[in-house]
């Protein structure tokens, strides 16, 4: 079982930045695959980044690629995304989510049905 909980968002301006963090609980932080996903009003949740168990991998939606970046800390069970260039579109709630990568340390998720584990969502405001 793990439970997970993001923290960091927040309302910025346009131009600015966030840096949103997911901290997970349980031993086995390690083996799970991690993404970040989000969902504006109205809208279905969709794929923001993803990276590997080990973190050698990441994937990303082309409406974030070079302004978002995905990380994680294995030792300090956190996952992060740094975001940067912040534009009103990005307004949403933000959602880290894991699922377990059964030892392929290379293992990248991008849809939603396939992850296990849910936080409870950080709302990100980028005001105009």
């Known amino acids: 079982q793990v439970q997970l909980v993001e923290s960091g968002g927040g309302l910025v301006q346009a131009g600015g930045s966030l840096r949103l963090s997911c901290a997970a609980s349980g031993r086995t932080f390690s083996s799970h695959a991690m993404a970040w996903f989000r969902q504006a009003p109205g809208k279905e949740r969709e794929f923001v980044a993803a990276?590997?168990?080990?973190?050698?991998?990441?994937v990303y939606a082309n409406s974030v690629k070079g302004r978002f970046t995905i990380s994680r800390d294995n030792a300090k069970n956190t996952v992060y995304l740094q975001m940067n260039s912040l534009q009103p579109e990005d307004t949403a709630v933000y959602f880290c989510a894991a699922v377990d990568a059964r030892g392929n340390t290379r293992l990248i998720v991008t849809t939603t049905w396939e992850y296990s584990y849910w936080g409870q969502g950080t709302q990100v405001t980028v005001s105009p």
């Open positions: 990276i590997s168990s080990s973190g050698s991998r990441a």
